[in-house]
């Protein structure tokens, strides 16, 4: 089924953190997909003087600002009272002089609402429950005031509170030269291990972590490692890494960590406090790394108008992958039609390869995207469609898997299957996979060249060489036209060759 563009609706959510405020705008059809249409992003520093637990003059000034900035701007875009939500959190909750900025709000028509550490830590969860394939995992989520450590177990908020322990709150604590003395970083770790040394460690589980700094982290590691995809939701980042790029900034002043590719200017003063934090958090859990989410409590936010109670996808990864095919539909009976001629041609020959479960759940998802790549234009829609399928995280899928779905997408119909740039994301013979799958999505696509469903099956015939017998209750002439002309690429992917017959 199609949906109009009419049937959307749109959410904002306005989070004003202790470092960054930001209104982030989603079009959303509930249940079936959502994405981010707009965001205004001000980095207010608001948790400047939470360590002496009064808000600076200069920090209240700059809410103030950032309020009447989103306020003005939820008025020229029609974002309805209902359909704005707006949360304060750490420097509100902890700081005095706050509530200048809640009289502000109010006077400006926000609904701004200081929520408790417990429900922010819960929207953490939720983000990670519907944006990852974990049951259980540690959900760390450090701003500017304070950081919520939170427990999932079986995809829900078991447990968690927010902790005094922000990046903007510790520097004025603990770094006071720049770059700060090691006795100051030894300092600052004895302070974090107060609070880690009670946290359970077995049985060890995954920790997700979201928020500015600990992006900013991953974004530092991926432009030093040239790492080959622009996408940061699902990115593991090692401890060892992480100790790597600690100390790298730990030995810069603040000027130079700015010309750092990959690092905001306005993070480059409190990063090096985030690095120092994850760290001593894996040290004290005993795990080799972290994952870093691209969602977080906006999202949290998000999945409650989104989804009926409790507010959990049925499965993540199917979602996504339906929700881009929503973002961008084409005929479904085509794309059912291709996606059974895929299949079916998968299990025929999976005699000849030890192909299993994880190989055919990807072809079938290419089958179900192939083609997203018209709503571009018809020309090259091979490579738009690749590009769509990179363009955004797909919660879920593993990097690997996300750029061989864009490769199978990418050769649907033409050109030689080749890994080229994303070629440091695969082991070792996976681009004979890649040759095998996108030749079968290639034959099934040929199969169903008219989009008319004039074949209706086909039966295949392994001897000497490969024998499709299409079902068919005329002469499918073109169908049997284009698939032969696949038969190089089938006899490189395969070792056999091919004939395409009727009946």
Do not use: C
């Not at 920090?59 to 009447?68: C, S, T």
């Not at 085509?334 to 192909?355: C, E, I, M, N």
């Amino acid at each position: 089924m199609l949906h109009s563009p009419q049937d959307t609706r749109r959410l904002g959510v306005l989070d004003l953190g202790s470092g960054t405020a930001r209104l982030v705008v989603y079009e959303y059809l509930p249940g079936l997909y959502f994405h981010q249409v707009d965001e205004l992003r001000e980095p207010v520093r608001l948790g400047e003087g939470l360590a002496k637990g009064v808000l600076s003059q200069g920090a209240l000034k700059r809410g103030v600002q950032a309020l009447r900035l989103f306020a003005d701007f939820a008025r020229a875009v029609g974002l309805e009272k209902e359909a704005l939500v707006a949360l304060a959190t750490s420097p509100l909750r902890d700081g005095q002089g706050g509530e200048a900025l809640l009289e502000e709000a109010a006077r400006l028509g926000l609904p701004l609402r200081v929520i408790p550490g417990e429900e922010e830590a819960r929207y953490g969860v939720l983000a990670v429950a519907n944006s990852f394939s974990f049951l259980e995992a540690w959900v760390v989520d450090q701003g500017g005031g304070s950081a919520q450590i939170s427990r999932m177990e079986g995809r829900r908020f078991k447990e968690g509170r927010a902790f005094p322990l922000g990046v903007l709150r510790l520097k004025e604590a603990f770094f006071h030269k720049d770059p700060p003395t090691a006795r100051e970083v030894s300092a600052l770790k004895r302070h974090l291990k107060t609070f880690f040394q009670g946290l359970p460690s077995d049985p060890p589980l995954p920790l997700v972590a979201m928020g500015g700094t600990v992006r900013a982290l991953a974004r530092l590691h991926q432009k030093r490692t040239r790492y080959p995809l622009d996408l940061l939701h699902g990115y593991f980042l090692p401890l060892e890494a992480l100790k790597a790029l600690k100390d790298l900034l730990l030995n810069l002043p603040s000027e130079k960590r700015k010309e750092l590719e990959g690092l905001q200017p306005d993070r480059a003063e409190t990063v090096p406090v985030g690095a120092v934090f994850y760290e001593t958090l894996l040290e004290a859990l005993g795990l080799p790394g972290l994952f870093i989410s691209g969602q977080g409590i906006r999202e949290g936010v998000l999945y409650e108008r989104f989804l009926p109670s409790p507010h959990l996808l049925p499965e993540v990864r199917s979602f996504f992958v339906q929700a881009l095919f929503h973002r961008y539909p084409f005929d479904p009976a085509h794309r059912d039609r291709v996606a059974g001629l895929a299949l079916a041609l998968f299990d025929a020959l999976a005699p000849l390869y030890p192909l299993g479960p994880w190989e055919r759940r990807l072809l079938q998802e290419a089958a179900f995207l192939h083609d997203i790549g018209m709503h571009v234009g018809y020309r090259d829609h091979h490579k738009h469609g690749a590009y769509l399928v990179l363009s955004e995280p797909l919660p879920g899928l593993s990097h690997q898997e996300q750029a061989f779905l864009a490769l199978l997408v990418r050769y649907h119909r033409r050109g030689k299957p080749e890994l080229k740039d994303l070629k440091p994301l695969f082991a070792k013979g996976e681009k004979a996979l890649l040759l095998r799958l996108s030749a079968l999505l290639r034959l099934a696509e040929h199969l169903e060249r008219p989009r008319t469903g004039r074949v209706r099956g086909v039966r295949v015939e392994i001897g000497e060489r490969v024998r499709l017998r299409l079902e068919a209750s005329e002469e499918p002439w073109v169908e049997i036209l284009e698939t032969q002309k696949q038969a190089d690429l089938f006899a490189k992917a395969f070792g056999l060759g091919l004939e395409v017959v009727w009946p």
